[in-house]
Structure formats: C-alpha cells, structure tokens
C-alpha cells in the first residue's frame, strides 16, 4: 500500500542553525501539508502547497520556514534560524489526485521527523 | 470554524465495543465529520469519514445524529492495538485547502 515517508526520523540541531525535513508525498496526490505536534500538545497546521505554491498557512509558518517541492517527488520543510520553540514532531501528509480538494479528502500522513533545537 | 466537542479519556475492555462520542452543535451544513486517529509515536491516521447517514468502513462505523450535532466513532471489537488518541474533526467546507483542525481528541486506553 502506498505510503508517506519523511527522513530523517530524528533530527537534533543548535539553536540558529537552519534544517530541512524531507518528505515523500504518495506518488500521484496533489496536495500536500505540514503539521506539527509539540511534545504533549495538539496537532497543529503549518502550510499546504498546491500546484508549486502554498495554498494556506498558518500564524506559525513564518518567514522562517519555507516549502518546497525541487524534484516532483519530495516536499521539503525549511526552517531557516531554529529556536528552541521548534522542538516538535512534524508530520507530513498528502491528499487525492483530484484536480480541486474537497472537504472529503483523506489526508494520508507520514511517520513525522522529531525536531530536538538545543 | 464549528468546533468538537470530545472526552478526554475513555476505557475499554478488550473485544468489547467502543462507542466514542463527539459533540459538534455548531456544525454547518456542508461539513464533512472526519474521525483520525494517533497511535503512540505515529502519524495520525484516517479511520472514517461522514456527512449525513451512517457509515461503516472495516475499521469502524460512524453514526451521525439526524441533527448532526453530534456524532459517534464506533469500534466494534476493540483490540490492543486500538488504543490510541481519537480525533473527531469537522473540515472546514469553504474555500482552501482543506487542512485539518485538531482539537486534544479522546485518549482510548483498552484493557486487556
């Protein structure tokens, strides 16, 4: 069954430096999201990206992070200068290969990458 | 956006019957209910899915009131590997990208 890969599972990182979380969206959706879920917290929205472009963001997704798809299969989250506040798993998701998300869609996520900033 | 309501934690016996409830009263006409779920460690992951009638999947059954200001997550046999957080979520039916809103969800302890 097709699944959502994220790499690396764990990342740990100094305060300031910049990182990139990789994900592997299943091979034909359109759409695809960031969340993240702080330590015994909610999960919560970042960003989706539509067509090589954010769709939505969140307050959270600030000019600090940024999105990306480079090569048609992997979608990327950049976070430029980390802070201690972006300790959190983050979770990748993708959704249907329809042409216009609907409210119906399943979103199919990934294992998330654990973010440690020290 | 409309908002749910759910208990923070429930118990159940192994193998017998699950029934999580979800309060949803401001809930608008065109919005789906999803139910995800988040077991430890993981991704959360899609159980099932709604609008007006009942439905049943092979992981569960959803029961929606004729209002549909409330709903229930139906487990029929709970199994160890049940246990986990459950999430009722309504998606937004205007224009976007669909992104899901998650509340604190139910925490499902089964016992064995």
């Known amino acids: 069954e097709p699944e959502v890969t994220q790499t690396p599972s764990h990342q740990v990182t100094q305060m300031g430096q910049e990182v990139i979380l990789r994900c592997v969206p299943i091979?034909?959706?359109?759409?695809f999201y960031w969340y993240r879920q702080i330590l015994g917290q909610k999960v919560e929205f970042l960003v989706s990206?539509?067509?090589?472009?954010?769709?939505?963001k969140s307050e959270i997704f600030d000019d600090q992070f940024s999105v990306e798809r480079p090569d048609g299969s992997n979608f990327t989250l950049k976070i430029r200068s980390t802070k201690l506040e972006d300790s959190a798993m983050y979770f990748c998701?993708?959704?249907?290969?329809?042409?216009?998300?609907?409210?119906?869609?399943?979103?199919?996520f990934g294992p998330g990458t654990r973010l440690t900033v020290l | 956006d409309a908002k749910t309501t759910q208990p923070n934690s429930m118990e159940s016996n192994e193998e017998e019957p699950v029934h999580l409830p979800c309060n949803h009263s401001?809930?608008?006409?065109?919005?789906?209910i999803h139910w995800y779920r988040q077991l430890p460690s993981q991704g959360p992951e899609y159980v099932i899915h709604?609008?007006?009638s009942n439905v049943n999947n092979r992981m569960a059954s959803l029961a929606i009131a004729e209002d549909r200001k409330s709903s229930t997550l139906i487990l029929h046999r709970a199994t160890l590997r049940d246990a986990a957080v459950y999430y009722c979520?309504?998606?937004?039916?205007?224009?976007?990208?669909?992104?899901?809103?998650f509340g604190k969800g139910t925490k499902l302890s089964v016992i064995p």
């Open positions: 998701a993708s959704t249907y290969p329809t042409a216009r998300v609907s409210s119906y869609n399943e979103q199919f």
């Open positions: 091979s034909n959706h359109l759409y």
């Open positions: 990206f539509y067509n090589n472009e954010i769709s939505e």
């Open positions: 401001t809930i608008s006409g065109t919005d789906y």
């Open positions: 709604g609008l007006t």
């Open positions: 979520i309504l998606t937004y039916s205007g224009a976007g990208s669909y992104q899901l809103t």
